[in-house]
């Protein structure tokens, strides 16, 4: 079974905290994703990665980063937390665009973050 | 650039009402990949359909089915005799078949359905 896995479903921190927020997909995929999701605008794109050691900025990168050292693990680091940081944080990871599969997302349960 | 509209924030019906979900897109690709996604209240986005630019063919799936328009740019979600189980945030979403390979998402319509 097609699986994603995040580390906390439930997150408070406090502002001008460092956060991590982990990912990790155990189906080999090339491809994973970080979203975060507002009420009224959707899922927007924070930062993909293609490959390990490999990432491209999505919509919105200002004030997080990433890193991907391993190709089930795809990290979201916010490197001080500020409060409009508050949201839902999903991941997602697919198979390369070479699969008929192609760009199929699937998705994790979700991190609730809350920054105080 | 790409960008997904769905109008309608919210729908309530009541079960057994069929009930449509619009979604209008824009896009420059002349390939290009459609979807839904289903996110129940537990939070876990579910995959419905993708739908290539080049099959515009309708696709039903028992309760379920889609009508993909190229003239009109849109890819409305029917769910015939709902039910309560189909209450969920549903998402339009897009991507294309080169460049960015991530999904561009709408922002989503809130389907209540009332016992």
């Known amino acids: 079974d097609v699986k994603v896995t995040q580390s906390s479903r439930y997150l408070v921190k406090r502002t001008g905290e460092k956060v991590f927020l982990e990912c990790v997909q155990d189906m080999d995929h090339e491809n994973m994703f970080w979203y975060r999701q507002d009420p009224g605008l959707g899922l927007r794109l924070i930062y993909f990665s293609y490959d390990v050691k490999m990432k491209e900025k999505g919509d919105i990168p200002e004030g997080y980063s990433v890193s991907r050292e391993k190709k089930e693990r795809f990290s979201l680091i916010l490197e001080s937390a500020s409060t409009n940081q508050t949201s839902m944080y999903l991941c997602a990871s697919s198979w390369s665009e070479l699969a008929e599969a192609y760009n199929e997302q699937f998705f994790g349960p979700g991190t609730r973050l809350t920054v105080l | 650039a790409q960008k997904v509209t769905q109008a309608q924030t919210e729908i309530s019906v009541v079960e057994k009402e069929d009930v449509t979900l619009d979604c209008v897109y824009e896009?420059?690709?002349?390939?290009?990949?459609l979807f839904w996604y289903k996110q129940p209240p537990s939070g876990e986005l579910v995959f419905l359909i993708r739908?290539?630019?080049?099959?515009?063919q309708n696709e039903i799936s028992g309760r379920y089915s889609w009508n993909f328009q190229k003239s009109t740019s849109s890819f409305n979600f029917t769910i015939t005799a709902s039910q309560v189980v189909d209450s969920a945030v549903y998402f339009c979403?897009?991507?294309?078949?080169?460049?960015?390979?991530?999904?561009?998402f709408g922002s989503g319509t809130r389907l209540q359905v009332q016992p």
């Open positions: 896009t420059r690709d002349t390939t290009y990949y």
């Open positions: 739908r290539n630019s080049f099959d515009e």
């Open positions: 979403a897009l991507s294309g078949y080169t460049g960015r390979r991530a999904l561009t």
